[in-house]
């Protein structure tokens, strides 16, 4: 089940090309979903626009149940953004998957551990440098000997561990639905009627099930990523 | 064996790390969201906000009109009632103008009365009063001619004079008594 990926050297970096291909597959879809529902904006919404609002509303739902709006306002667009993102990215494998010359081309972007890692580094650094900017350095620092010294070292953990996890779960839910769908179609085309037969409706559960995880997934990632926003620039905790 | 298959699991450690993904992911996030900060979310929070403000207006509108006519309404009970009340008034008024004018015309009706009726008795005096004038004298002239008549020659003139202002004295008197 092992692919290879096209990688290519360049200025002594390694270039992924399937991920930069569906990375920017995703964002142009995210782009013309959004600037689709906004182009015709009106007061009183419709079709599109009320889905966009929606979304928006979800996200200003999950923002206010980790801090309060007068400091948590400014994460709307960071957060709708990238639960759209995350959102699209996840479902972008579904549906199949391409490979040329024995190299995956079409997948999930978030099925790859550089991607989701790069995107829960960003979150968290993000994080700290709101955290710097909204309470001053002095009490930033002062966080991590909160509520008591000796919890110094686990709070230095717990935010290596946070950047890990965030990054890791998303990938291992996308990766593994991605391998099981492959496995799934590999037993339907290689081993004959009673493959396929066999295999249409666990695959059929199977992507249904991976619907649901990519869009709990989008959820869990952008809800993790206002906790621990909320965590550094709140002042009550 | 164990090693080489965590190394599988994390995907991208089997190939090495790939800087260039990286430094692309996040360029394209990056990207991504100035650009939907610029032509989608920043229209679209604008025009939420907006609603909100229109339907916040809209509501306090509707309190101030609410307001309002519970005013107009307080207003014209208090006209209304305002009215009434002078219409009472006038009514009131009037019924007591009419009652002061009766009493007035039937005032100056007995006034006019006493009035005609005084001048009919001064009139009527002053008649009685030429009357006994007009009777004095014709008495006195004609006590004077019988007089003149009963002792034409043993009177002198001044005795005469005397004796019929003895008579005029007493037919005043029975005249005064009368």
């Known amino acids: 089940m092992e692919h290879k990926a096209p990688l290519v050297e360049f200025l002594g970096l390694t270039f992924n090309l399937s991920d930069m291909l569906m990375i920017t597959i995703t964002c142009l879809i995210v782009f013309i979903i959004a600037v689709a529902a906004t182009r015709s904006l009106q007061l009183r919404p419709t ?31 960071l957060g709708v953004t990238l639960i759209m993102y995350v959102f699209v990215a996840n479902m972008l494998g579904l549906p199949f998957s391409v490979h040329v010359n024995g190299e995956l081309w079409w997948k999930s972007p978030t099925a790859d551990a550089t991607v989701t890692l790069t995107l829960a580094v960003m979150v968290v650094a993000l994080t700290h440098y709101y955290g710097v900017k909204m309470k001053g350095a002095s009490d930033y620092l002062r966080d991590y000997t909160r509520p008591v010294a000796w919890l110094f070292p686990l709070k230095i953990i717990e935010e290596f561990a946070n950047t890990l996890t965030l990054g890791l779960r998303l990938f291992g839910n996308i990766y593994a639905g991605e391998i099981l769908l492959g496995l799934l179609a590999s037993l339907g085309t290689h081993y004959g009627v009673l493959g396929a037969v066999g295999a249409a409706i666990p695959m059929m559960v199977w992507q249904a099930f991976s619907i649901f995880v990519g869009t709990i997934q ?13 965590h550094k620039v709140s002042h009550d905790h | 064996m ?29 990207i991504l969201l ?74 100056s009706a007995r006034a006019e009365a006493e009035r005609v009726k005084e001048t009919a008795k001064k009139e009527i005096e002053r008649e009685k009063e030429q009357a006994m004038a007009a009777l004095r004298e014709q008495v006195a002239s004609l006590s004077v001619l019988i007089a003149s008549k009963v002792i034409e020659k043993e009177l002198t003139e001044q005795d005469q004079r005397k004796l019929i202002e003895a008579y005029i004295k007493d037919v005043q008197e029975v005249g005064g008594a009368r």
């Open chain 1, 47 to 77: 079709g599109m626009q009320n889905f966009m609002e929606w979304v928006f509303d979800f996200v200003r739902g999950i923002i206010n149940s980790t801090m309060d709006w007068q400091t948590g306002g400014r994460f709307l667009t």
């Open chain 1, 218 to 230: 989008a959820f869990i990632f952008t809800m993790l990523t206002m906790v621990y926003m909320a």
């Open chain 2, 2 to 30: 164990l090693w080489k298959a965590n190394l599988w699991a994390l995907g991208e450690a089997a190939h090495g790390i790939s800087g260039g993904t990286i430094i692309y992911q996040l360029l394209m996030f990056i």
């Open chain 2, 34 to 107: 100035a650009l939907l900060r610029k032509f989608a979310w920043q229209p679209l929070m604008n025009i939420m906000k907006q609603r909100e403000e229109h339907i916040a207006n809209e509501i306090d509108q509707a309190e101030k009109r609410r307001q309002e006519a519970e005013k107009l309404l307080e207003e014209q009970r208090e006209l209304m009632k305002q009215s009434r009340q002078e219409a009472q008034a006038l009514i009131e008024n009037a019924r007591k103008l009419a009652e002061e004018q009766k009493e007035q015309i039937v005032a």
